[in-house]
């Protein structure tokens, strides 16, 4: 059974850095896109970092919002995205959540389903 794990949520100040652990359990085969999400109070869930290793490549995608302040990475022999950010500002509060789509099993076959963590809360204060 597929599990995503999300941690390093917390509280900072305006200006602070937090970094987000997602880690997906259950499988040993390779995942296409590991991509963060917010909900924000007041908004919908919205695209925070994206990761795609589709066709081998090594494709990073931010939200507009993002604009330079937040830095997605993976790493696939660990089922593992990280994301480091940098200069928060109290906009950024909310709870994230780590998506993971495009699982394949050890025998590399795509396994049913789009597993979602429970997520971790992200709060800044001015």
């Known amino acids: 059974q597929v599990q995503v794990v999300e941690s390093g949520g917390g509280s900072v100040q305006t200006g602070g850095s937090l970094t987000l652990f997602c880690t997906v359990f259950?499988?040993?085969?390779?995942?296409?896109?590991m991509v963060w999400y917010r909900q924000t109070p007041g908004k919908q869930r919205e695209l925070v970092a994206a990761?795609?290793?589709?066709?081998?490549?090594?494709?990073?995608d931010y939200g507009d919002f993002v604009k330079g302040r937040f830095t997605i990475s993976r790493d696939n022999g660990k089922n593992m995205v990280v994301l480091q950010m940098n200069s928060l500002k109290p906009e950024d509060t909310g709870v994230y959540y780590c998506?993971?789509?495009?699982?394949?099993?050890?025998?590399?076959?795509?396994?049913?389903?789009?597993?979602w963590g429970q997520g971790t809360q992200v709060t800044v204060s001015s």
């Open positions: 998506n993971a789509a495009g699982v394949r099993d050890y025998s590399g076959d795509y396994m049913m389903g789009d597993y």
């Open positions: 990761a795609t290793s589709r066709g081998g490549r090594g494709d990073v």
């Open positions: 259950g499988t040993t085969g390779s995942i296409d896109d």
